[in-house]
C-alpha cells in the first residue's frame, strides 16, 4: 500500500453482477440468476490486475451468491491483500426483510466470507445504501450478527434509501447491541445541495475535473472521501435488462470512462481499505 497520512481516501468494490440492478421491471429472479451469463469474474479480475499495478488496497464487499459461485474471486482478493466485507448474500433491500430475516442474510454471508478467506469479516454495505429512517434495527442487528463497521448510510435524498441531513463523517453508532463504526457515503455540496461525486452513476456521469475538485472540498473538511465502483461499471458491452428512460441513463451512462476515471484517482491519490483507515486512526 502507498504511504499516505492518515486520513486517506478509501477504494471499495461491491462485487455483483451485471444483472443485481435494483427495483427495475427486468431484473431476473434469484432462481434464474444462474441461467445467465456471467460476467463478475473477468471484470473483477480486471479491477484486481489494475489495484495491483497501482500498488492500493481496497475493500471488496462481495455479495454472498457471487462468494458461493467463485469462491477463488474472495480467496484471490485476500491473498493480494485486499479487505474482504459482505454486501448481503441476496442483494435484497434492507427495507424490505424483517429484522431476523436481515441478520440471518448478513450473518449467513460473514461466516461464508470467513471461511472462504480465511480473514475476519469486520464490514457490511447494504444492497443501494438502503438503510433508512425506518430501518435503523439494521446497526444492531449488524452488531449482532458479529460485524464492527457499517458502510450503508447515504447522508442525502435517492432512490432506495438515502437519509438527508445525516452525519457526513465517520462515527460511531451506540446500539442495544454495542458500538458499530458507521463509514457514511461521501457526498459534498453544490449550490446548497449535498451531492454525491465518487461512485456508481455520479462517478460515471460527473467529469474527473468535478469529481476533482469535490473531493478536494471533503479532504479539506477533514474527512476522508469513500470511492465505490461495481465490476459491471468497467464493462460497457455487458448486457442490458429492460427498464425505463431514466434508469438505462443512470445504470449505463459513460460506462466507457469508469476505468480511466479510476486510473486517475488511483495514481493521483493516496488510497487504502475501511480496514487500513481504521487501523491508521485508531488511538494509540
Known sequence: MKAADSPFNILSVDVEEWFHILEVE?????????????RVERNFERLLERFDVHDVSVTCFFLGWVAEK??????????????????????????????????????????????LSGTAVAGYRAPGFSITSETLWAFEELVRAGYRYDSSLFPASRGHGGLAGAERAPHTIDTPAGPLLEFPI???????????????????????SMIRKMTRQV???????????????????????????????????NLSSTMKKLDAIMREQPLASFRDWMEQTAPA
Open 26 to 38: 427486468g431484473t431476473p429472479p434469484m432462481d434464474d440468476w444462474v441461467k445467465l451469463e456471467s
Open 70 to 115: 467463485f469462491p477463488h474471486l474472495v480467496r484471490r482478493a485476500a491473498e493480494a491483500g485486499h479487505e474482504i466485507a459482505s454486501h448481503g448474500y441476496a442483494h435484497e433491500l434492507v427495507y424490505t426483510q424483517t429484522p431476523a430475516e436481515f441478520r440471518r442474510d448478513v450473518e449467513r454471508t460473514r461466516l461464508l466470507l470467513e471461511d
Open 186 to 208: 461521501s457526498v459534498a455540496h453544490l449550490m446548497g445541495r449535498r451531492l454525491c461525486f465518487f461512485g456508481g452513476g455520479y462517478l460515471r456521469f460527473f467529469p474527473i
Open 219 to 253: 479532504n479539506g473538511e477533514g474527512l476522508p472521501v469513500i470511492y465505490y465502483v461495481h465490476p459491471r461499471e468497467i464493462d460497457p458491452d455487458h448486457p442490458r435488462l429492460p427498464m425505463s428512460r431514466v434508469r438505462h441513463f443512470k445504470s449505463y451512462v
